[in-house]
């Protein structure tokens, strides 16, 4: 065989592929946060970690070991630090807990000790404490039950919500061990009402919106609704939207709007059809409700809600696409016009840095910042035919 002739990957080429996920650029704009999954042959498994790009470096590296997960990276309002989910615990009893680390300072903290461990979380507009989700706590009653009976589930019944839960970042760090094992995190919702599914923070840090379903069954996503929790008065306020709704939420910058995908007509009419959905704006002053987009794709999703516009995704056709929407309508495609596949995006709080996960036809994923690709995953393919003709 000439030295010049391509040759197809092989099976361990292809296994070995890397996979890109959870983009997060800072608010500055200077650095973009990714997952990369890659084959570790040694332990048989893959490893996930989280990668860090740095505009003035001009490069791409890991930030955790590759030989512990870590996944979900969200750069801190000052963008400074980095929090991120890695599992604690023995063998496969392991549960994702979540860690901060200076990038200039000190290696990564263990902030939370949750059994159940951390599914969700965000940062607190200020940067001082962390939101996040975890199951609800076992009830002494199923305690009791466990000691004298053993261990036996009650289908219908047994259910364990997701609660939100609040935890000071500073304390935990200034803190020993011992100390953030015997409290510091805040628990807002009890988890005997309601299972959350997805949250948002206002950016004055007053309000939360999440959505949550009655319970964790499958059965109960089509009660799902929107609730807004006022954090200095601890009021909760449901709004009963009768709608099938989309997990995404987000507050407008101004903490007066909320706006979150539902479909397009009310709840019973799916329950023999498919569903299709649009966006809505909810005023909260005035408790008005709009829809800003007409004749839409209905897998639309809002992706954050910036001062230029709410970030949005949809798809085109084979195409995946972003773009900022108006309150008028309107939608500025971000986007090239080409073909292209986008995963994910994260931007900046001004609208003003975009980063994210995108693949053209016939290549893999690539993490771009604004139009410049910061990643080069298809030199794999360098050399090697990927399709044939």
């Not at 505009?55 to 997960?69: E, H, N, S, V, W």
């Not at 510091?184 to 309000?207: P, V």
């Not at 690539?366 to 044939?388: A, P």
């Amino acid at each position: 065989m000439k030295m010049s002739e391509k040759t197809y990957l092989s099976i361990e080429e292809i296994i070995s592929l890397p996979t890109l996920s959870s983009i997060n650029i800072s608010d500055d704009g200077q650095k973009v946060a990714f997952v990369k999954r890659l084959a570790n042959w040694k332990d048989n498994k893959y490893r996930n970690n989280v990668w860090i790009y740095e505009k003035d470096k001009g490069q791409c590296y890991p930030l955790t070991a590759r030989d512990i997960d870590s996944t979900c990276p969200l750069w801190s309002p000052d963008s400074r630090d980095i929090a991120y989910l890695s599992p604690v615990g023995d063998g496969d009893n392991k549960k994702n807990q979540i860690f901060v680390q200076s990038i200039d300072g000190y290696s990564g903290v263990q902030i939370t000790d949750e059994k159940e461990g951390v599914s969700k979380f965000k940062w607190e507009p200020t940067g001082k404490g962390l939101y996040y989700i975890s199951q609800s706590k076992e009830s002494e009653a199923i305690k009791k039950r466990k000691d004298l009976y053993g261990d036996f589930h009650h289908i219908g019944k047994d259910y364990r919500n997701n609660c939100l839960y609040y935890i000071e970042v500073e304390k935990v760090i200034q803190n020993n061990k011992y100390e953030r094992e015997n409290s510091i995190a805040y628990q807002l919702t009890d988890g005997e009402n309601f299972h959350i599914l997805e949250f948002d923070i206002s950016n004055e840090g007053e309000k939360i919106v999440f959505n949550a379903t009655p319970s964790s069954h499958m059965g109960d996503f089509i009660n799902g609704d929107l609730y807004i929790l006022d954090i200095r008065a601890g009021e909760l306020q449901k709004m009963n939207i009768d709608k099938l709704l989309g997990e995404s939420v987000c507050f407008s910058p101004d903490g007066s709007k909320i706006c979150y995908s539902a479909s397009i007509r009310e709840k019973d009419y799916y329950k023999t059809r498919i569903q299709d959905n649009t966006l809505e704006i909810y005023d909260i002053e005035n408790e008005e409700r709009v829809q800003p987009l007409t004749d839409f794709d209905s897998t639309v999703i809002p992706l954050q809600w910036t001062a230029k516009g709410i970030l949005i995704r949809w798809q085109d056709k084979t195409n995946y696409l972003i773009g900022l929407l108006s309150e008028d309508g309107t939608v500025e495609r971000l986007s090239e016009k080409v073909d292209n596949f986008i995963m994910d995006a994260s931007i900046t709080r001004d609208g003003n840095h975009i980063s994210y996960i995108k693949a053209r036809t016939n290549e893999t994923f690539e993490i771009y910042l604004g139009d410049k690709k910061i990643t080069n995953e298809n030199s794999l393919f360098k050399g090697k035919l990927v399709f044939r003709k």
